[in-house]
C-alpha cells in the first residue's frame, strides 16, 4: 500500500516481527466504526491503515448475529458518514442488507483492511513520539508485525468479546447444549425443544421471539428491571419521536410521556414478570448506557404464553434448571444472551482516555479524543449514530493537522529548490 513501508533493517531476528511505518493513523477494526473513520479520512485527503483481526468486515455482523436480525432503528439514523442506504431498501434493513451496504460503503470509498492481524499490544513510546502496534496474524505463522505510526484510531466497538456468567453447574453438570447468543442463528433446530434465554435485553427477547416463532418451548430469565418500549409509535419510530421530544423537553419529561405512551400501547409489563426501573429510560440509558428494549413482537408471545418469564438462576442439574424461587424446569439447551464487553483494556497500554471497563472516561459527545493522537470511534453507547459522529470529528481533528504540517512541507521544499537555484 502507498502509505505503507517496512523499516530497513528493523527485522528482529529473535522475535520475527517485522517493523511498518504507516504513514498516517492506525485504524483499529473494520466494523461500521472503523469503515466510517476510514472513508471520512480518505475524504480529508489522510492516509491510513485498518487492521482486523477477522477475514472480512464487520465481523460481528457477518459471524456473530442470528438470521433474522433487522436494525431495531430507522436507516436514516443508522446510515454511515458520505453514503446513506439505497432507497429500496426497508426502514429497518435486514442483516444480510445491512452487510451489503457496508461492504458497498468499504469499495466506494477504496478502504482495504490489513486482514487476520489480531493486535497484541498497543503502547505509546514517548521517546520518538510514536505508537508502536504489535499483531499477530491468524493466517500465517511467523508473519507478526510492528505498525509504528503518529496517529492511532480504537474502532474495536462496544461489543468485542462475549460475557459468559459463571452459573453453578452450567458448565460441570448440565448435559444439554450451552450457545451464547453470538452463536444462535435460528430456532429451526430447536423446533419443539425447552430452551432458557438468560437475559432479557433486546437480543435475549429476540431469540426468544424467534424460538417461539420455530414452535420450541423458550423460557426468558429477567432477574432484573427493564424498560419494554413500542418500537413504533403511531406509525412513528420510537427513536425519532424521543429525539424530537428532548430537542424542546426536559429529560424527565421525556421518559414520561414515553412510560405514559408505552403503558397505552403495550399495557402493564408487570404482571407478566417485567418490571420497569425507577428511573426512566432516557435516563437510565445517560447515566447507565443501558438501552432499553424495543419491541418487535415478543410482547405478544410473552402475554399468550408463548414465551414463559422466570426469575433469577439458583443451579443446573444434568437435564434441569432449579429457578431461585425453587421451580425447575427441564431443558433442553441454554442461550445465554449476556452481552459483550470491550477489550481494549487488554492490549491498549494507557490510561487516559479509556478506563478499567474498555469505555473512554469522557462522556459524550467527548469520548472520541485522548492524547498523543488516541482516539476512540463508536464508544458512545449512541449506536451507529454516534459512531458516525466519532468519525466525522477524528477525521477532521486529523485532517485539519495533516494539511498543516503538508503545507510547511511543500514550503520548505520549496525554500530549498529556491537555495538550490540561487547557489547554481
Known sequence: MENMFRL????????????????????????????????CLREEGVPFVVLERAECIASLWQKRTYDRLKLHLP?????????????????????????????????????????????????????????????????????????????LVVATGENAERVVPEID?????????????????????????????????NSGMEVSLDLANHNANPSMVVRSSVHVLPREIL???????????????????????????????????????????????????????????????????????????VPGIKRFSRSQVELVDGQRLDLDAVVLATGYRSNVPSWLQENDLFSKNGFPKSPFPNAWKGKSGLYAAGFTRKGLAGASADAVNIA???????????????????????????VA
Open 396 to 422: 477532521k481533528d486529523i485532517g485539519n493537522v495533516w494539511r498543516e504540517e503538508t503545507k510547511r512541507q511543500r514550503m520548505r521544499t520549496r525554500v530549498g529548490h529556491r537555495r538550490c537555484i540561487s
Open 75 to 151: 436507516k436514516k439514523v443508522c446510515q454511515l458518514p458520505k453514503m446513506p442506504f439505497p432507497e429500496n431498501y426497508p426502514e429497518y434493513p435486514t442483516k444480510r442488507q445491512f452487510i451489503d451496504y457496508l461492504e458497498s460503503y468499504a469499495t466506494r470509498f477504496e478502504i482495504t483492511p490489513q486482514f487476520n492481524e489480531c493486535v497484541q499490544s498497543a503502547r505509546y513510546d514517548e521517546t520518538s513520539g510514536l505508537w508502536r502496534i504489535r499483531t499477530t496474524s491468524s493466517a500465517a505463522v511467523g508473519s507478526d508485525m510492528e505498525y509504528i505510526c503518529r496517529w
Open 169 to 201: 453447574g452450567l458448565t460441570t453438570e448440565f448435559n444439554g447444549e450451552v450457545i451464547h447468543s453470538c452463536e444462535y442463528k435460528s430456532g429451526e433446530k430447536y423446533r419443539g425443544k425447552s430452551v432458557l434465554v438468560v437475559g432479557c435485553g
Open 235 to 309: 406509525g412513528k419510530s420510537s427513536f425519532e419521536i424521543t429525539m424530537m421530544l428532548m430537542k424542546w423537553l426536559p429529560l424527565w419529561l421525556v421518559d414520561k410521556i414515553l412510560l405514559i405512551l408505552a403503558w397505552l400501547i403495550l399495557g402493564n409489563l408487570t404482571k407478566y414478570g417485567l418490571k420497569r426501573p425507577n428511573m426512566g429510560p432516557m435516563e437510565l440509558k445517560v447515566v447507565t448506557g443501558k438501552t432499553p428494549v424495543l419491541d418487535i413482537g415478543a410482547m405478544e408471545k410473552i402475554k399468550s404464553g408463548d414465551i414463559d418469564i
Open 8 to 39: 530497513m533493517g528493523s527485522e528482529d531476528s529473535s522475535e520475527r516481527r517485522r517493523c511498518i511505518w504507516v504513514n498516517g493513523p492506525v485504524i483499529i477494526g473494520a466494523g461500521p466504526s472503523g469503515l466510517a473513520t476510514a472513508a
